[in-house]
């Protein structure tokens, strides 16, 4: 009888602890959960995307989806990125304790005409909301392109803080042998910027992209299609053109 009575226990006892176990494996992804929406893990950054434009967009950072925001409509994001480092300071350079860096280039896409916009890299600071600004693309005259741009901020409370762009000078002219450029790009610390070419005989030497004020080195190559022509590159939103004589 004993011997009966210790082998029902042991069985309780091993169908008690299979119990707890499955417990505790079925609890396991909860409580990643509950500890990532605590943003306890250092890789998390957090996005704030703001569409300014007519229509909704999509999204994406360093490539991949992150998700659709509607016309005139605000929403927040969670990235999972690999930290690159850590900063002492925030984007405007107060001190602050040591925080998790990571880097990351935004673009959006208008989902009307499936047009991508110019990508606007930017670093990412842990616990420090970035604001991802989604507008149409306006000319120093006011006149829209019809394209969208996208600037980014980082704001330690969070707030929408949008972003102003302005090129000196605005425009170029070069003779038939072509030559270098500079186009100072003044806007607000935190701000975040990118300059692409739209033409295949200029290129964008140094300063592809940057984050607050800076400057864009751009070459022309030699004129020898035998009539004169013009050409841009987008710098921050803004149209730089360039013409070339004969």
Request: contains cysteine.
């Amino acid at each position: 009888m004993k011997g009966l009575l210790f082998a029902l226990g042991l069985r309780a006892f091993r169908s008690s602890m299979m119990k707890t176990r499955l417990s505790l494996l079925a609890a396991g992804p909860a409580i990643a959960v509950v500890l990532a929406g605590c943003h306890l893990f250092s890789n998390d950054f957090q996005i704030a995307v703001g569409n300014r434009t007519p229509g909704p967009v999509t999204v994406f950072a360093n490539g991949e989806q992150i998700g659709q925001v509607g016309s005139n409509q605000t929403a927040s994001f969670t990235l999972d990125l690999s930290t690159t480092g850590k900063t002492t300071v925030d984007a405007i350079g107060s001190p602050i304790a040591p925080a998790p860096i990571a880097q990351a280039t935004f673009t959006a896409r208008d989902n009307a005409t499936g047009i991508l916009s110019a990508g606007a890299a930017t670093t990412l600071i842990h616990d420090v909301t970035a604001y991802v600004d989604v507008a149409p693309c306006i000319l120093i005259g006011g006149s829209s392109t019809g394209l969208i741009c996208v600037s980014v901020a980082n704001t330690s409370s969070g707030s929408s803080q949008a972003c102003s762009f302005s090129l000196s000078p605005t425009n170029q002219s070069f003779d038939t042998a072509g030559g270098t450029g500079n186009v100072s790009v003044q806007t607000s610390s935190g701000c975040s910027w990118s300059a692409t070419t739209n033409v295949t005989w200029i290129s964008v030497t140094t300063g592809a992209s940057g984050t607050g004020n800076g400057t864009v080195v751009y070459q022309v190559q030699p004129n020898t299609t035998g009539q004169a022509r013009s050409g841009s590159l987008t710098i921050a939103g803004q149209t730089f053109t360039v013409s070339q004589a004969l």
